[in-house]
């Protein structure tokens, strides 16, 4: 499991996903899908995301399925940067295709 901020033209979102790299192809294919072409994404700690999302966590980990998903835990730019130090992201992984 990863979270994490995917930053893009339309602004950060807050995602959680089964996928192991946050650039598999099954992975770009679904933010494709949502219109993100090239993005930057950040890894959070799960456990972080977790204790600032709480319940809003669980539901969408209800609905996550054990491989290959991605679910979008917030798409509001405003709150995930104020949920979030930047000390606390790991590193910025650009991806273009």
């Known amino acids: ?3 994490a901020i995917v930053f893009s033209g339309t602004g950060p979102i ?3 996903t089964t996928y192991e790299s946050l650039t ?3 992975f770009v294919k679904k933010l494709a899908a949502k219109g993100i072409n090239k993005f930057v994404a950040v890894e959070l700690p799960v456990e972080k ?3 600032k999302y709480a ?3 669980n539901i969408v980990m209800e609905d996550l399925h054990q491989t290959d998903d991605l679910r979008v835990l917030d798409y509001n730019g405003h709150s995930i940067m104020n949920a979030f ?3 606390e992201w790991g590193r910025p992984i650009p991806y273009e295709p």
């Open 55 to 57: 319940d809003n966590f």
């Open 49 to 51: 995301v977790k204790q």
């Open 24 to 26: 598999h192809p099954a």
């Open 14 to 16: 807050l995602i959680l």
């Open 85 to 87: 130090s930047m000390k």
């Open 1 to 3: 499991m990863k979270s």
